[in-house]
């Protein structure tokens, strides 16, 4: 089978939601031309067989000639197979073009959220990004799907509108008028249905996300007497589901009734009308067969001309998601290596476009940050207190090249260094790092370590204080875990962080508040084996914790944005301002 899809894709036109739409089209232009091709067959095909039917009645049944009968009905057969294999053909040169366009547009938005990085979150939601990548992309693929059928149906629409005006223009202009009305009506039933449906969707899924809320808070509900509380805002809420659930009930059983009656009385009215035609010699029986069966036939191409527009009409504003979301600049920071072969992404988190850089020495060198003075030096222990909480994530964010101003490492700005250089010397792991599904060893051990064994595993989670964790599973570091390890604790989570980051051993490890939900004895433990393990590596931390401070070779205390004092932390602890915050009223040693 043919990969799809079948190159790398160009950069992707986010000028507007018609230009993106438009150059996804123009990647498969084979695929949706064979496609629009095979559908107007297709459908002719099938517009076709009414007629052939007809000429068989007058012809064959009606004159009593056999032959003739042979020969309509052998065209009755040609046609049917006619539209059995061009409707192969376009389903396939449909999903072909739908699953390219899905494919490229999940893959723009992946890459170009790798590349916002860190700023992507504050810039937009998880919620909406994921819905771009999922949910838009999908919408847009079944636009190009349809559009294969969509022709079909204005061919077929149009043909049968000229067999009918020129055989009877009586009877044609009651089907013509009457199927649109049928449609019309229906339509004007779907539309508050979908919204209907839209909003219920909305709220199942607000209520399935508060059951889950109440089944994993469970405990401490209990523990503050609020399990009845919740419990009793869970029936309010399921009771709007419920009557959200009756409402359209009511819509759906409306348009059942609607979609069984009305081509019931339009069936009823062309009999009647041709049935007079007929007597009075106006038309042939077999020609009141032909608009009998067109009358049902036209349902059809009118259906998937409403689908058609109703589908465009959705891929235009999801491409309108997906074109905000690639037009997100990417803050300037490392720029991103380049290669023969390597292909066309934009710029990394953090990246702008332009040459790789110079790389920097094979020794470590001094980490800085020109904006607050901070030096993180080489080799040591850097502890760093930030009189504003805020300030500590966008520090550690600009010493990892992430955002701007550029940091510098070793006398190079990071904005002049290529960005897999950047990404493999400096990590920077902080308190929102996703835990992704799978085992335990999945998660925490990078593939290309899986030939070390478990050694450097099994020593990042004691270093992490983090052993008890895989000891207390059944299946130890093969225990599977839903997405984010939602069945760990707060303080369990943050140290299988923590594991995570020192098992990749950087050259340069910057760690945000790692310790800031275990308990005062776990916390002592870690930053004892913390400094044992990383001894000799370039080690930022940024905290105020006492337990990681008087481990730390240097301490960096930053006020209002800049570099206030430094020293060791019991040098530290003579001014006010630093004691203040880092005991918070406990007695210095």
């Known amino acids: 089978m043919r990969p799809l899809p079948d190159s790398e894709p160009a950069t992707p036109d986010v000028r507007s939601p018609t230009r993106y739409l438009l150059h996804l089209a123009a990647r498969t232009p084979a695929a949706l031309a064979l496609g629009v091709l095979y559908g107007i067959g297709c459908m002719l095909a099938q517009a076709l067989v009414p007629v052939a039917i007809g000429r068989a009645v007058d012809e064959g049944l009606v004159a009593r000639d056999t032959a003739a009968l042979w020969v309509w009905g052998g065209t009755v057969l040609?046609?049917?197979?006619?539209?059995?294999?061009?409707?192969?053909?376009?389903?396939?040169?449909?999903?072909?073009?739908?699953?390219?366009a899905n494919y490229r547009t999940v893959r723009s938005v992946t890459r170009h959220a790798a590349a916002l990085g860190s700023s992507m979150s504050r810039r937009v939601s998880a919620g909406e990004a994921l819905s771009v990548g999922a949910m838009d992309a999908t919408r847009i693929g079944r636009a190009l799907e349809i559009l294969a059928h969509g022709a079909g149906a204005l061919v077929a629409v149009c043909a049968v509108a000229a067999v009918m005006l020129s055989t009877s223009w009586q009877l044609g202009?009651?089907?013509?008028v009457g199927v649109p009305l049928m449609a019309w009506a229906v339509g004007a039933v779907i539309r508050p249905l979908y919204g209907r449906q839209e909003s219920l969707r909305e709220e199942q899924s607000a209520l399935t996300s508060q059951a889950?809320?109440?089944?994993?808070?469970?405990?401490?509900?209990?523990?503050?007497?609020?399990?009845?509380?919740?419990?009793?805002?869970?029936?309010?809420?399921?009771?709007?589901?419920?009557?959200?659930?009756?409402?359209?009930?009511?819509?759906?059983?409306?348009?059942?009734?609607?979609?069984?009656?009305?081509?019931?009385?339009?069936?009823?009215?062309?009999?009647?009308?041709?049935?007079?035609?007929?007597?009075?010699?106006?038309?042939?029986v077999g020609q009141l067969v032909?608009?009998?069966a067109y009358a049902?036939?036209?349902?059809?191409?009118?259906?998937?001309?409403?689908?058609?527009?109703?589908?465009?009409?959705?891929?235009?504003?999801?491409?309108?998601?997906?074109?905000?979301?690639?037009?997100?600049?990417?803050?300037?920071?490392?720029?991103?290596?380049?290669?023969?072969?390597?292909?066309?992404?934009?710029?990394?988190?953090?990246?702008?476009?332009?040459?790789?850089?110079?790389?920097?020495?094979?020794?470590?060198?001094?980490?800085?940050?020109?904006?607050?003075?901070?030096?993180?030096?080489?080799?040591?222990?850097?502890?760093?207190?930030?009189?504003?909480?805020?300030?500590?994530?966008?520090?550690?964010?600009?010493?990892?090249?992430?955002?701007?101003?550029?940091?510098h490492y070793a006398g190079t700005a990071l904005g002049a260094l290529p960005r897999d250089e950047v990404r493999r010397r400096i990590l920077v792991g902080d308190h929102d790092a996703h835990l992704f599904s799978g085992t335990l060893r999945d998660t925490l051990a990078p593939a290309h370590m899986s030939r070390d064994g478990d050694a450097p595993l099994l020593a990042a989670l004691r270093t992490a204080s983090a052993d008890d964790i895989a000891a207390s599973?059944?299946?130890?570091?093969?225990?599977?875990?839903?997405?984010?390890?939602?069945?760990?604790?707060?303080?369990?989570?943050?140290r299988l962080r923590l594991a995570r980051a020192?098992?990749?051993?950087?050259?340069?490890?910057?760690?945000?508040?790692?310790?800031?939900a275990v308990d005062a004895h776990t916390e002592s433990r870690i930053?004892?084996?913390?400094?044992?393990?990383?001894?000799?590596?370039?080690?930022?931390?940024?905290?105020?914790?006492?337990?990681?401070?008087?481990?730390?070779?240097?301490?960096v205390h930053i006020v209002a944005g800049r570099v206030h004092a430094q020293g060791t932390h019991t040098e530290l602890l003579a001014e006010h301002d630093y004691r203040s915050l880092v005991l918070r009223g406990a007695t210095a040693p």
């Open 527 to 555: 930053a004892t084996r913390l400094a044992t393990a990383r001894h000799g590596r370039t080690t930022a931390v940024f905290t105020t914790s006492p337990a990681l401070l008087r481990v730390a070779d240097h301490v």
């Open 78 to 100: 040609g046609l049917g197979v006619l539209q059995a294999v061009t409707s192969i053909l376009r389903d396939r040169c449909a999903l072909t073009a739908s699953l390219a």
């Open 173 to 176: 202009l009651i089907v013509l």
């Open 296 to 407: 049902v036939f036209l349902t059809t191409p009118l259906r998937l001309l409403t689908v058609t527009a109703n589908r465009f009409t959705r891929a235009h504003v999801a491409a309108g998601r997906v074109v905000r979301l690639l037009s997100l600049a990417p803050d300037p920071g490392p720029r991103p290596a380049s290669g023969r072969g390597a292909p066309p992404v934009p710029p990394a988190r953090g990246a702008e476009s332009g040459g790789t850089g110079a790389v920097p020495p094979g020794a470590p060198g001094d980490l800085t940050d020109p904006e607050t003075g901070l030096r993180v030096r080489a080799g040591l222990l850097t502890a760093v207190v930030c009189a504003d909480p805020d300030a500590a994530p966008a520090i550690a964010d600009r010493l990892g090249g992430y955002t701007s101003p550029a940091a």
């Open 290 to 292: 032909v608009f009998y």
């Open 502 to 516: 020192l098992l990749a051993d950087p050259e340069v490890l910057i760690l945000v508040e790692p310790t800031n």
């Open 212 to 284: 889950v809320d109440i089944v994993g808070g469970l405990r401490v509900l209990r523990g503050l007497g609020g399990e009845e509380v919740a419990a009793a805002r869970y029936r309010a809420r399921s009771q709007e589901v419920r009557r959200s659930a009756v409402r359209v009930a009511r819509l759906e059983s409306l348009l059942g009734a609607i979609q069984e009656l009305l081509p019931g009385l339009l069936m009823v009215l062309v009999v009647w009308a041709g049935a007079r035609l007929v007597v009075a010699d106006r038309i042939s």
């Open 473 to 494: 599973l059944p299946a130890g570091l093969d225990e599977p875990f839903v997405q984010g390890g939602r069945e760990f604790s707060g303080g369990q989570r943050q």
